[in-house]
């Protein structure tokens, strides 16, 4: 009979091991769905991780990898701070899209003025957008106990429609002969997130992402505020000796993953998605969860799961257009990464042992 038993501690090993075999049970049982679906896995699967690297085409794709990263790794540094915690915010996707919103407005409402400083403003109310997005479900818990899983997730459908009536309404482009959406910031320079060197992929947001990287790395091993988050997500009863604010530290971890995902709603209008529009979001804050738990929590992690995920969505596409793969396929290709990680993740904490069925 197989029998988990508790470890006295976390294995380190497995701690490093348990993304590795995550995705190495993705890539088989990802596999055998694609078979199901009558294609090659091998081929698939080839498609997906090799392609967008070394193809003869993989001199566009590169680029992709930063533009599709980006973004992942900005809201996924601010949702580790609060998983670290204990503070599960699982509405990023709506915080990315207010932030989206508000960034955009305040570079529309400056149209056609040409200045320096719209761009920095627009991303000051980007991260705006998103920080008072995700203090609704902070503020709920503090004063009122509420659970934020539950209040940022239902947020993310109030945001989706109000990202629908600012593309019919608010923020339509007058000109745009009645078709939804705003203006087309990448025809408005001052407001335009523009590649930093040509042909890269490399713009602000991928700066921002390494910034934020080497920012939650200093937070979290450099700084009290740091070791208030790690000791409350592991020893609860430890912080509150220990002299925690509990409400403070929820509002901090919220509000700072919500300004992340803000900021990265802002990069993304501005720059490759180019305008809002009711179809904008494209599952980033979802996304980012996978990412953060793929990384281990850790921003080193992050940044390399970033890049692995970036590295199955420019495959996704290319699989899905050179062999006819369902974007659901795809999707839940994706999705089985996390599906494993938390499964193997059990062996951090307990080991498998084969006892003897006992004997009535």
């Known amino acids: 009979m197989i029998k988990l038993e508790k470890r006295p501690q976390p294995s380190q ?39 967008p690297l070394f193809s003869e085409f993989a001199f566009y794709y590169r680029p992709q990898l930063l533009v599709k990263g980006a973004p992942l790794v900005l809201i996924a540094i601010g949702l580790s701070l609060g998983f670290r915690a204990g503070i599960w915010n699982i509405g990023a996707e709506g915080q990315y899209i207010m932030g989206a919103i508000v960034g955009a407005g305040v570079g529309l409402a400056f149209y056609p003025m040409e200045a320096f400083y719209i761009f920095p403003l627009m991303v000051i109310a980007g991260a705006f957008g998103g920080w008072i997005w995700a203090m609704i479900p902070a503020f709920l818990k503090v004063r009122f106990g509420t659970n934020e ?34 203006r087309n910031l990448r025809d408005y320079a001052s407001a335009h997130n523009a590649e930093l060197i040509t042909g890269t992929g490399m713009h602000w947001g991928v700066v921002a992402a390494l910034i934020a990287v080497i920012f939650a790395y200093v937070l979290l091993n450099r700084h009290m505020l740091g070791f208030h988050i790690r000791l409350t997500g592991e020893a609860p009863r430890a912080a509150k000796f220990a002299g925690v604010n509990p409400s403070r530290l929820i509002l901090i971890c919220l509000g700072t993953s919500g300004a992340l995902a803000g900021v990265a709603g802002l990069f993304e209008v ?33 940044l390399l799961a970033g890049a692995l995920m970036a590295l199955t969505y420019i495959g996704g596409e290319i699989a899905q257009s050179k062999l006819g793969l369902p974007a659901a396929a795809i999707q839940l290709f994706q999705g089985m990464l996390l599906f494993f990680l938390l499964t193997v993740d059990v062996l951090t904490n307990f080991r498998i042992r084969l006892a003897k069925r006992e004997v009535a």
């Open 270 to 302: 501005s720059g490759p998605a180019g305008q809002v529009s009711i179809d904008f979001n494209v599952g980033y804050g979802f996304t980012a969860i996978i990412v953060a738990f793929l990384g281990r929590l850790h921003p080193v992690g992050i």
């Open 13 to 51: 090993a497995w701690t490093y091991l348990t993304p590795l075999l995550a995705v190495v049970l993705t890539m088989v049982v990802g596999g055998a769905l694609f078979a199901w679906l009558g294609k090659d896995p091998l081929v698939a699967i080839k498609t997906i991780f090799w392609e």
């Open 149 to 182: 899983i539950l209040v940022s997730l239902m947020l993310v459908y109030v945001a989706e429609q109000l990202l629908a009536s600012m593309s019919l309404g608010l923020l339509r482009n007058p000109e745009g002969m009645g078709f939804p959406g705003s």
